[in-house]
Structure formats: structure tokens, C-alpha cells
């Protein structure tokens, strides 16, 4: 994935003149029209920049391939550039810059402005665009939503489909962006693997779409025993059925045991009443620290914010035992971040988010870095578009989240497949990406979803992610 200033400087590093890159993505948009879209009347709104020479260039194509296409120029190109160019190649009709322009059109071109806008649009342009009698296409992104975010600047119009090109932004999987964008469509035009690397070499850190082929899952061993692959420890209290949930997920998720430890007889009792296949102790649960085999411990679900869970997490961490915090175990440290260092995995909501670090604003993907960096712990900013930033400042973006997740229970979902992930050997960064697509993938979509029928799901997600993660793909856009 690059941010548009890192496009900007794999474009300036490449030995492809940019006219041979425009015209490459020209061609992209008009292909993709024609794949979609049966040939109507188009306008191609363009602006002065490149993405505008890039509308000119789809304009001629289509205009060729039998089209009715004009253009709607908002503003001429800029004299001597590569858009002034593709301009004067345009021999069609070229038509007012007006709504009743848009209004009659079948299809609407939206090439006015890149990925990096510095202003909102013009309100002639949003009235324009607002007109719009057909679907739009955009290119790059939709005019006026900054790519780095995913955040409009001003009113922006959803596109139905947008072409990309080279590797996506953060702006087309950060919400709203990713909705404004439509169905991506990401298209190859020539940029040397040289160039994208010298654009990436400008950046702070990296950004991943988290997919398989970013991580891998951990694979069963023939001669492996339970013990090889890990023992889990959900701590529970208050509200033992948030614990339950995590070592549900974390037994179906693959760690060869999981110990309920609870911190009241009530939670016990709650828990002897559950799946037999866990394994109940405690109270009190910090003897069982003492056992060096429980390595990895999940702190938080059901959990009230108090005094207990902050003994609790700072035993485990002082024991050397690889902790994710969820829940209470975040809420007992609010407005006192620097308490969860020695943390694995952190998986604040946005509301546990603010209690922690502050607001994380507009810009999620770098207000999730900052936090891990501030922590020296993997952060889970969740979401419809949840984060994962990792110390170092990798980031991944998550986009297989159905609305069905937004339901009680699955943030326990999510801390138990993390730290089952984190018993059978993958690193936290890895860990809480892999984590997060699983729970996705694992949610049914449609009403009447609750957690446990995530829980139920992530046998077939762990197939799925097994066969995706090791037939070479990768996450890196």
C-alpha cells in the first residue's frame, strides 16, 4: 500500500516518461467502463492535473470504441504538462462544465482531482458532480477524499466504481473512503518495482491490507501434543460469560489448553457450568503464574476496571508471560497508557481508545501508530475498519469485517483467537492481523449474528486462511 506522496515519488523515480504512464492509466479507466458498463452517453469531468490527463486519455478510448463521450473541462490543463498533451489528442465534443451536463449523462468520469487534495472542491464541482444522472467512476479516488486517510475534504460524491493504479491507498480501505470508493479496481500500469521502492523509502513505515500472505498461520504438526501448541489463560470475574467466549474462541482458534482462572468463586461456578473442554481454576488466579507452561494470558474480558485486573496485569507481565489486554484490563489504566508496557497486544474499541490515549481523530491509521509506539505493544484500534500498528510502525488496514460483528461478544472473539495465535508461536504483530481477518472471515453476515456463532465459524475461516496464506499471495498493496 503507498500513501499518495509516496506515489507521488515512485512517479518522479521512474524511468517510465509520465505520458507513458498516463496513457497506461487512461487505458485502465476506459477498460474498465467498458467492462462494467454497456456504452451510453459519458462525460468525462476533468481538471487540470494529471488525473485529468488521465480522463482525456479514457475519453479518446472510449470515444474510439464507439462511445458517445464529451468533456467537461473544469479548468483548462496546465500549459506544457503532460495533461495539455493528452488534451489536445481529445478531438470529441467538449461540453460546459454544468449539472444539466452531468444530468444527461449515462456514466460520469470523475477525473477532476488526485488523491492528495489540499481544499475541498470548488462548490461548482460539487454541484456538478452532485448531478450526476448515472453512475460515477472515479479515478484514483473520488474528487476531494484524501487518500492518505480516507477522510473528505468537504462534500464528496460516492463513486459506483473507482480505478487505482499501482497499489491501493489507505484512504480506499479507511472508512468513509471505503465507501466512497465503490467496488476498487486496481490496475498495473508499468511502474517499475524500482520506483514504487524509491517512493516507499520516504516513508515513515510501512502499510499493509491485512490479508493472508501478510501473515501465515501457524500449521499442525503430525508429532505435535496439546502442550506444543500453547496453554491460553482467560482471567474472568464479574461478568464470566465475556470470558467464556474468549476461551471458546481461543480452544476453536487452535491452543492446545485453555484455563479459565477465575478471581471469584461466583466466576468459578459460572464457568464449571460451560464447555468441558476448558479448564477451570482459581480463585485466586495468580498462583498459576507460577506455572511457566500458562504462557499466555488474556486479561480483560468480563473483567471490571479496577485495582484486581491491574494486579492481575502487571503479575503476569512481571512473570514474563506474553498478556493481550482487552476490556476491563484497559479501562483500569485509563489515562494511564504507560501501565500497559510490557503488553503483547492491546484491543481497544474507539471509545477504550479515548479512555487511554485520547481521541484518535480523523486519522486512525496514524493516531493507532503513535499509540503503539507511545506502549511498545501491537494496538487493535477495532472498527468496521480496524487498525493493527505494531511498535516499529507497521500498520495493516482490515476490510472483511461484515456489520454482523457489531453485536456483544466479539471484541472477547478477537482477544481469544489473538491469544491463541500468540500459544502457537506467530509474533503479536502477526498474531493480531491474522486475529482480526479470522474473526471477519468467521462472521456469518446477515441479522440474528451473535459471537458464538462467530466462534462457530473459525474452523472453516482457519481453512481458509491456511490455503490463501500459503498459495503465495500477499498483503502488501
Known amino acids: 500500500m503507498l500513501t499518495p506522496a509516496a506515489m507521488a515519488r515512485a512517479d518522479a523515480a521512474s524511468s517510465v516518461p509520465v505520458e507513458v504512464l498516463m496513457a497506461a492509466a487512461g487505458r485502465a ?39 458517445p463521450v464529451a468533456v467537461a473541462p473544469l479548468a483548462p490543463p496546465r500549459p506544457g504538462g503532460p495533461a495539455a498533451t493528452a488534451a489536445a489528442r481529445w478531438s470529441g465534443p467538449v461540453v460546459p462544465f454544468r449539472p444539466e451536463e452531468a444530468a ?15 481544499r475541498a472542491l470548488p462548490e461548482e464541482a460539487v454541484a456538478v458532480l452532485r448531478a450526476a444522472g448515472g453512475p460515477i467512476l ?14 473528505p475534504l468537504g462534500e464528496v460524491t460516492a463513486a459506483a466504481v473507482t480505478v487505482t493504479f499501482a497499489r491501493l491507498k489507505p484512504g480506499h480501505l479507511l472508512l468513509p473512503g471505503r465507501e466512497l470508493c465503490g467496488a476498487l479496481h486496481l490496475a498495473d500500469i508499468g511502474l517499475p518495482q524500482a520506483a514504487l521502492a524509491a517512493g516507499l523509502e520516504g516513508e515513515a513505515a510501512r ?43 481461543a480452544r476453536r482458534a487452535g491452543a492446545g489448553l485453555v484455563t479459565l482462572a477465575a478471581l471469584s468463586e461466583d466466576a468459578a461456578a459460572a464457568f464449571r457450568t460451560g464447555e468441558p473442554g476448558a479448564i477451570v481454576a482459581g480463585p485466586p488466579a495468580a498462583p498459576l503464574l507460577e506455572d511457566a507452561r500458562r504462557g499466555i494470558w488474556v486479561i480483560g474480558p468480563g473483567l ?58 480523523p486519522g486512525r491509521l496514524s493516531a493507532a501508530r503513535q499509540a503503539a509506539a507511545r506502549v511498545g505493544a501491537v494496538v487493535v484500534l477495532k472498527g468496521p475498519d480496524t487498525v493493527v500498528a505494531a511498535p516499529d510502525g507497521r500498520a495493516a488496514i482490515n476490510h472483511n469485517a461484515p456489520p454482523s460483528l457489531a453485536t456483544a461478544g466479539t471484541g472477547d472473539v478477537l482477544a481469544g483467537i489473538a491469544g491463541a495465535l500468540l ?29 458464538e456463532d462467530v466462534v462457530a465459524g473459525l474452523p472453516a475461516a482457519l481453512a481458509r486462511g491456511l490455503r490463501l496464506g500459503h498459495g503465495g499471495g500477499s498483503g502488501r498493496l
Open 304 to 361: 471490571a476496571p479496577d485495582e484486581a485486573a491491574r494486579a492481575l496485569l502487571a503479575g503476569a507481565v512481571g512473570a514474563g508471560r506474553a498478556v493481550v489486554a482487552d476490556a476491563g484490563a484497559l479501562g483500569a489504566f485509563a489515562g494511564q497508557p504507560e501501565g500497559l508496557r510490557g503488553v503483547a497486544i492491546l484491543t481497544p474499541h474507539a471509545g477504550e481508545f479515548a479512555r487511554l490515549f485520547g481521541p484518535p481523530g
Open 207 to 249: 502499510s499493509f491490507r491485512n490479508a493472508p500472505g501478510l501473515w501465515q498461520l501457524p500449521q499442525g504438526d503430525p508429532a505435535g501434543h496439546k502442550y506444543g501448541r500453547g496453554h491460553v489463560v482467560v482471567a474472568g470475574g464479574p461478568m464470566p460469560g465475556a470470558a467464556r467466549l474468549a476461551a471458546a474462541a
Open 423 to 451: 500459544a502457537q508461536g506467530s509474533k503479536p504483530f502477526e498474531a493480531a492481523c491474522a486475529a482480526v481477518w479470522l474473526q471477519g472471515e468467521a462472521a456469518p453476515e446477515g441479522p440474528g449474528v451473535v459471537a
Open 29 to 67: 479507466v476506459a477498460r474498465a467502463a467498458m467492462a462494467r458498463f454497456r456504452p451510453c452517453r459519458t462525460v468525462v469531468l476533468v481538471g487540470p492535473g494529471n488525473n485529468g490527463g488521465d480522463g482525456y486519455v479514457a475519453a479518446r478510448l472510449l470515444h474510439e470504441a464507439g462511445w
Open 104 to 118: 444527461r449523462a449515462g456514466l460520469v468520469v470523475d477525473a477532476l482531482l488526485g488523491a492528495a487534495p489540499t
Open 138 to 151: 472515479a479515478v484514483d479516488v473520488p474528487s476531494g477524499l484524501d487518500g492518505a486517510t480516507g477522510q
